[in-house]
C-alpha cells in the first residue's frame, strides 16, 4: 500500500499554478462572450437587410424599406440609425435587384479586443416580388 506523505516543500504549489492559469482564463472566457456577442449583431443585421431589401422589393418604397429595416433589428443597442442604412439602387424596377447595406460599429463589453468592430448586413431580394 501506498503511502501519501505530507510534502512541506510543495504546500502552495496549487494556489501559484491557478495564478498563473487564470489570466489566460479569464481572457479565454471574455473572449468567448464578445465572440457570441458580435456574431448575435452579426446575424441581427443581417436578417434586418434581408427585411428591408423584402420591404423595398414588394412597396418600392425607400423610407417605408428603412423604417423596416430598423424595426426588424430591436435587440441591437444602440439602435440602428437611417444614415447607417443604403439602400441600392433607390427605385426597383420589376426584373431588377434591390440591395440593403447596414453599415454598424459593434461596441465590445470588455475592451481587450478594441473599442469597436465594424459590421455589415447585406440583402439582396429580386424587384416586383
Excluded: K, W
Excluded at 12 to 41: D, H, K, Q, T, W
Excluded at 65 to 84: D, E, H, L, V
Amino acid at each position: 500500500m501506498m503511502r501519501f506523505r505530507n510534502r512541506h516543500g510543495e504546500r502552495g504549489a496549487a494556489a501559484v499554478e491557478f495564478a498563473l492559469i487564470l489570466p489566460v482564463l479569464i481572457l479565454l472566457v471574455m473572449g468567448l462572450v464578445e465572440f457570441s456577442r458580435v456574431f448575435n449583431v452579426q446575424i441581427s443585421l443581417s436578417n434586418a437587410a434581408r427585411e428591408g431589401a423584402r420591404t423595398m422589393a414588394i412597396h418600392n418604397d425607400a423610407p417605408l424599406a428603412r423604417t423596416a429595416t430598423i424595426a426588424a433589428a430591436p435587440s441591437i443597442n444602440p439602435a440602428i440609425a437611417g444614415g447607417q442604412v443604403d439602400i441600392t439602387p433607390g427605385d426597383c424596377v420589376g426584373g431588377g435587384t434591390v440591395e440593403v447595406t447596414i453599415d454598424y460599429d459593434v461596441a465590445l463589453l470588455t475592451g481587450f479586443f478594441g473599442a469597436t468592430i465594424p459590421l455589415t448586413g447585406t440583402g439582396v431580394m429580386l424587384c416586383g416580388g
